[in-house]
Structure formats: structure tokens, C-alpha cells
């Protein structure tokens, strides 16, 4: 009997070990935030950089939970990034990188920690790089203002609106083009000054695709991206 009351007891230790009641317990995992959005120093917009090789800076990210950061740059010769020309990944605050002379080209960067928690996207800077003797410099292509990329508008018109910019301060005028093929190749208006055109006549339930062309009067022409919108 005696030997019948032990082996209970030994029943009843293991039962309470094996439901906890050990010190094996784990501590909540904390939530993990993500890193301060880098700033950029260099190139700023608007930049001609003299050297082709260059060096680019960018300010500190921080992390709360101190985790490591690493930096992802990435550079285009579009601003909407599509298709990305190069990235580069570093834990520095610097880069040098080697690109063609007389492009334009842009660049962002994001911060990554070491629990894969990301920053937002930088601001995008558009630069130059100087070519072998040049006297003039392209425009940059133009930037999208409304209507927003794939955007659905109501209606039967709208206005295409965009901005641009040249380092060398000269006057741009504009080729618009404008047609629902995703290559669009009317032209709708030739050498305006404006920075705006009134898309009327628009069929209803269809896609349209329109581009800008940026000149500058001195032989210097930047196509622009093929940006679309639906209407209604």
C-alpha cells in the first residue's frame, strides 16, 4: 500500500511540472517599429553633377529598439522608379556609384532594420551627370500632376496637368500626345508653352494613355513617361 501512495504522489509532481509549473516561461515578443525615413544630401533636385562618378550622402536613420539598419538606394531614369536602374544596399551613410554621363537620372532610399521593419521611400531627387563637353543640358522629363496615374475621372473631359524643370533655366515648351493606345502617338498639342491641356471629347468606359515631351529650344528633348486614366 505504501508503495501504491508513492507512486501517486510521483503522478501528481510530474502532472504539475509538465502544465507549467516550471520557470520555462517565455516573455511576450515587443512589437517592432520601423526606422526613421532617411533624408537626402546628396545630389539634391535639380543637381548637375560634374563627375560621373558620385558620391552619394544621405542623413542617420534611428531605430527605437536599436536594431541595425541597413540602407537600400535605388536609382532610375524615370521618377516613378519603374524599372529600377540600380540598387545598392549598404550599412554606411554613403555611396559611391559609377553611371553614364549626360543623364538624368533619380534617386531615393529607404532604411531597413534587422527585423525587416522598412521606412518609407525618401523623397526623390533628379539629378545630372555632365557629359564630355556639353554647352547644354536636357530638361528634366516631366512630372505628373492630375489627373493621378490610373485614376478614374467622370465625364467626358479633363485636364492633363504636369510640371518640369531645366538646369539650365531655359524657356521648355511641349509636345502633348493623346489616344487610348498604351504607345500613344496622336499628337494633340505641338510646342505650347503651357503646362496644362484640355483633354475633351473623351469616349466614355475607356483608357487613355498620354505622354509629355519636354524641349528646351536648344536641341535638347526629354520624353516623358506614358502615364493613363479611365473615364467613367
Known amino acids: 500500500m505504501k508503495k501504491k501512495y508513492l507512486f501517486l504522489i510521483g503522478v501528481f509532481v510530474f502532472t504539475i511540472i509538465s502544465c507549467g509549473g516550471g520557470d520555462d516561461l517565455q516573455e511576450p515578443e515587443v512589437d517592432n517599429t520601423a526606422p526613421t525615413t532617411p533624408t537626402l544630401i546628396y545630389p539634391l533636385n535639380n543637381t548637375v553633377c560634374i563627375d560621373h562618378n558620385i558620391i552619394f550622402e544621405w ?11 541597413t540602407y ?3 536609382i532610375a531614369e524615370n521618377n516613378s522608379f519603374l524599372p529600377i536602374l540600380q540598387t545598392e544596399t549598404t550599412f554606411g551613410q554613403s555611396k559611391l556609384i559609377s ?14 532594420d534587422s527585423r525587416a521593419a522598412e521606412s518609407e521611400y525618401s523623397s526623390v531627387s533628379q539629378f545630372l551627370t555632365e557629359g564630355d563637353g556639353d554647352s ?4 528634366f522629363a516631366p512630372n505628373l500632376i492630375s489627373p493621378a496615374l490610373n485614376s478614374e475621372i467622370t465625364g467626358t473631359s479633363t ?24 504607345e500613344p502617338s496622336t499628337l494633340v498639342s505641338q ?8 483633354a475633351t471629347n473623351l469616349i466614355a468606359s475607356s483608357t487613355y494613355f498620354f505622354k509629355i515631351v519636354a524641349k528646351d529650344g536648344n536641341g535638347g528633348i526629354s520624353v516623358g513617361q506614358v502615364w493613363s486614366f479611365t473615364t467613367k
Open 59 to 69: 542623413g542617420v536613420s534611428t531605430d527605437t529598439e536599436g536594431n541595425r539598419i
Open 72 to 74: 537600400s538606394l535605388e
Open 99 to 112: 553611371l553614364t554621363p549626360g543623364k538624368a537620372y533619380y534617386w531615393r532610399i529607404k532604411a531597413v
Open 136 to 139: 547644354n543640358h536636357l530638361p
Open 159 to 182: 485636364t492633363l496637368s504636369w510640371s518640369a524643370s531645366d538646369v539650365d533655366k531655359d524657356t521648355l515648351s511641349y509636345d502633348v500626345y493623346l489616344d487610348t493606345n498604351s
Open 191 to 198: 510646342d505650347q508653352s503651357e503646362t496644362t491641356f484640355n
